[in-house]
């Protein structure tokens, strides 16, 4: 099918945010939606804070099955939901809406679950030991409640402004892990007997602030991940590499949250195939 066929195609799902362009949702998407024959196709939708409810609602009545959702509207889209998932009412945000056609949406969270899923492939025994996450936004808190749900037992929550580690703590109490807040200085003691690390802040993105550890504390064995993507092997990466440890890029995640809400929306679980990986990775260099 040529790409003109594809856009005169009617959309049936698409991501909104601001700024759009860069998702690549669209290419992973319209990958599957093609992979399964599915008529249709998934679009990069530009909508602004000020205008999110109507065109919400223009696009459900448009006959969309549902949309992701990306920076800025994740939190806003939870709080405009008529029915949520326990991860998106766990975390405080939506990432996946599903339509309903008798109205109103579901809002749920897959990134939680698509960030546990990507550390499905590694050969460390990640969930066996203590975990740590650096951050404590929106990301940090996808990360944390998928942990919980794939049965880490004890997360520390290092954020530079404690108070949020410990208000992410506080949401995420009750749910069977033991969740302990530590102020950013504390970083390299209790490095040392972790099972997995994890970056969920903006540090090591790129032509941002690198995020500057010592990774030759950490145990060996340790599994070390960075949910930045861009750069694909963040400085963080690399030295955890060259320190001999195991990695996990924030590729991964980004393919499974997309794999669970395609699967919301047309009941197929697609496949993260190395195809896939690799057009994407090729369209990172651009
Ligand atoms: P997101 O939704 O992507 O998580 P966010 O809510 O803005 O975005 O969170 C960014 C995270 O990166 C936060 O944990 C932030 O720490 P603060 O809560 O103290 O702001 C962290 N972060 C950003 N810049 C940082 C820096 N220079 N040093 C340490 N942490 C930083």
Aim: no cysteine; glycine share 10%; net charge neutral.
């Amino acid at each position: 099918m040529t790409d003109k066929n594809r856009t005169e195609q009617k959309i049936i799902a698409g991501v909104i945010g601001t700024p759009i362009k860069h998702s690549r949702s669209p290419l992973m998407h319209n990958h599957w939606l093609r992979a399964h024959g599915l008529k249709g196709t998934y679009a990069a939708i530009e909508v602004a804070p000020d205008e999110l409810e109507p065109r919400l609602a223009a696009l459900a009545a448009e006959g969309l099955r549902g949309v992701n959702v990306t920076i800025p509207h994740k939190e806003a889209v939870f709080a405009l939901a008529t029915e949520r998932d326990q991860a998106a009412q766990k975390i405080g945000a939506v990432n996946t809406v599903i339509f309903r056609k008798s109205g109103g949406f579901l809002g749920i969270n897959t990134d939680a679950p698509g960030f546990a899923a990507s550390l499905q492939a590694a050969a460390a025994p990640w969930a066996g030991g203590p975990a740590m996450v650096l951050g404590a936004g929106g990301a940090a808190r996808g990360v944390v409640y998928g942990l919980i749900e794939a049965g880490v037992r004890e997360i520390r929550i290092v954020n530079r402004t404690l108070e949020r580690a410990e208000a992410l703590a506080r949401d995420m109490g009750g749910l069977g892990a033991s969740l302990i807040p530590l102020p950013w200085d504390k970083i390299s003691e209790q490095m040392i007997d972790l099972a997995l690390l994890v970056n969920a802040t903006s540090l090591g993105l790129a032509g941002g602030r690198p995020l500057d550890l010592d990774v030759t504390l950490l145990a060996p064995g340790a599994l070390v991940t960075d949910i930045v993507y861009a750069p694909l092997e963040t400085d963080l990466l690399r030295a955890a590499k060259r320190a001999g440890h195991e990695t996990v890029d924030g590729l991964g995640m980004l393919i499974h949250q997309a794999r669970f809400a395609f699967e919301a929306w047309f009941g197929i679980l697609p496949e993260a195939n190395a195809g896939l990986r690799a057009a994407l990775e090729k369209d990172l260099q651009k």
